[in-house]
Nanobody
């Protein structure tokens, strides 16, 4: 059974940093594009960032570009999200997601096959 488990969320002041991690029980982890999406109360789930199966390409939403960094370790089946200069508008539940590398677009939630339960990130002003 495929599982994605996020960790690292919490409460931080504006301007602070958090690092999220996602551990994936995917047998062929290195064939999956990994993404992070977030969902704030009353809002739709939105794309944050994604990393290609090899780790050679990364993609970011304009709202987080220059502040967030995604990385992966295919030897450990993990993906991480370093979040710096956090803003109150970054407050949301952050979900890790996986899609087979050739399936659909990296920024569309419905193309992702596997999802974690999410971890809460709260940024106070």
């Amino acid at each position: 059974q495929v599982q994605l488990v996020e960790s690292g969320g919490g409460l931080v002041q504006a301007g602070g940093s958090l690092r999220l991690s996602c551990a994936a029980s995917l047998p062929t982890f290195s064939t999956y594009t990994m993404g992070w999406f977030r969902q704030a109360p009353g809002q739709e789930r939105e794309f944050v960032t994604a990393i290609s199966s090899s780790g050679g390409s990364t993609y970011y939403a304009d709202s987080v570009k220059g502040r967030f960094t995604i990385s992966r370790d295919n030897s450990k089946n993990t993906v991480s999200l370093q979040m710096n200069s956090l803003k109150p508008e970054d407050t949301a539940v952050y979900h890790c997601a996986a899609k087979y590398y050739s399936r659909g677009s990296y920024y569309t939630a419905r193309t992702y096959e596997h999802w974690g339960q999410g971890t809460q990130v709260t940024v106070s002003s």
